[in-house]
């Protein structure tokens, strides 16, 4: 009812606008549909009543820290090269509006894995917790107990025990042991799984790290997966971002805590100048360049195995990266870059090239989606919703107008004398963006992303967004109350107002725990 409400004075002039193309989309679904009834799949069970044999494989490949838009099929090729990932966008439907749960390594996988939200696995920073594989069933899991034959290759960085395949589900095809450039193998490892011969149908996970060698490029330090080469003078590298300066009237929680991630030495671009930017933006597109690289020898050995129209692909990011956007580098914080990240679902000869506007959240709707595909019954514990039909161009009704996204801002140094550390949660609705902080004075930041998608204004104080605004909390609220979401709800207390950072010097400091946490 009053989400309904929402709903209504939500519409946007943009999204009228693109009310058509859904439409459209929707009408595309149709031929879709015959389409899918000439291939023996009809609209509402993918793999039709069919037992085994006919479940079609899935094979969900993975980067890390690759923003949205860092692929040439969406931003050209002028700067960026990735013909792999283009060749998956042309056979498949590129969610324009996915997000991360969680814009941090562990808490988006242990999210994307299991199909929970971060606040509900605990992981909320890059810290191992002791997780209840019962509880937080794995994707390794669920496909293996419905027959699949579910193998793991790459990066792992789940909480679960890597050696206990009984919680997580998986045969691990990179063996046990250190892992020193997991990029170098991993793809060759798929690889030669993809040229078996299968007797079950399979779920194998491709997960890359790159291109998370930025971290390491941003601190001139040694890449690991291989020099880079020299790098160009900036006016031969890609230019600074449009967004490069901090937003007008920005939550002074934010501004604190930037502060706070550029007084760590894990971050030292406080003095990036554009020059550097620009640099550092070459290196970026470069790593993403190297693992597109990899992910074509694995789509090429799909191709060869003769796999590509029995096999489901599912590509994505654990998180984008801010390159540089509002100053930041890498990840964690709320702004577009780091928060929404890559999605494609592409089964050759079922799904249809296209973009789907829809909001997805990765971390509760992946999981569904490739269990969906899969044909396997999705659990209820599981509130996030699949996306098949929107990849094969069906229409989906009443899909969600907004999501959450959660944070953890932890990894910073220490400013005048404290470390300044704080949860955050955004809402992302049809048209706006509203976050919300546990510490700061002004706490709240609202964007029109209609009118302002670069984010270069906060709105929370505008007497005009002030219904919006409140439209937004409640939305939170609404949210902590149905997923049981204890620190979002009490964020909202107060009317929002000041509450001060607690000045703990050094509880929970990163730099104790760095050689245990990983990239
Ligand atoms: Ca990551």
Redesign the pocket.
Known sequence: MKRREFMRNSVCAAAALQAPALMAGAAGGQSGQSEEGHNGHNGHNGHNGHDGPNRPNVLFIMT??QFAEALSCRMGKQYLNTPAMDNLAESGVFFTRAYTPNPL?MPARQSLFTGRYPHETGVTKNARVDIDAKDFVSMGTYFRQAGYETVYAGKWHLSYDVEDATAHGFDLLHGKGPKQDVDRTCAGRIAQFLSQKHDKPFLAVASFVNP?NICQFSRDQTVPSGPLGPTPPPDQCPPPPQNLEVPEKESDSINLLRKGYHASPLFPVEDFTADKWRQLRWGYYRLIERVDGEIGKVLEALRGAGLEEKTVIVFTS??GDCAGAHRFNQKTVFYEESVRVPLIVSWKGQTKKGARNNLVNTGVDVLPTMLDFAGIAIPSKLTGRSLKPLALGQPAPQWRDHLVVENNMSQTGVVDGFRPQAEGRMVRSECHKYCVYQYGVQRESLVDLEKDPLETKNVATDPQYRQVLLDHRKLLAEFATEHNDRVGGEMLANGVGPAPFPKHENEDGHSKKRKKTGP
């Open positions: 890390d820290q390594c998370h654990d998180h």
